[in-house]
């Protein structure tokens, strides 16, 4: 069964950071390209980073560009965001998931940043 579990969400001021994880597990991690996707309220979810199986390959929304970081270690099976330099309009729940996305989703993890 396919799982993800997000973590590292919290409250934090405009230009904070926060580094968020996500363990992912049932499927063959090292050989999957990943992403970062988020939901504000009343809003589709968006892709917000992806990074290539072997992590030689990102990308970025570029409401995020430069601000974010993705990386992964397959070892742990574990996908990571950096987001630095926070602003109110990143407030949104934070999922990974393959990319293409495929499946379920995890619960997610909330970034809330105030103003």
């Known amino acids: 069964q396919v799982q993800f579990v997000e973590s590292g969400g919290g409250l934090v001021p405009a230009g904070g950071s926060l580094r968020l994880s996500c363990t992912a597990s049932g499927f063959i991690f090292s050989i999957n390209a990943m992403g970062w996707y988020r939901q504000a309220p009343g809003k589709q979810r968006e892709l917000v980073a992806d990074?290539?199986?072997?992590?030689?390959?990102?990308n970025y929304a570029d409401s995020v560009k430069g601000r974010f970081t993705i990386s992964r270690d397959n070892a742990k099976k574990t996908v990571y965001l950096q987001m630095n330099s926070l602003k109110p309009e990143d407030t949104a729940v934070y999922y990974c998931?393959?990319?293409?996305?495929?499946?379920?989703w995890g619960q997610g993890t909330q970034v809330t940043v105030s103003s």
């Open positions: 990074i290539s199986s072997g992590g030689s390959i990102i």
């Open positions: 998931n393959r990319r293409p996305a495929i499946g379920s």
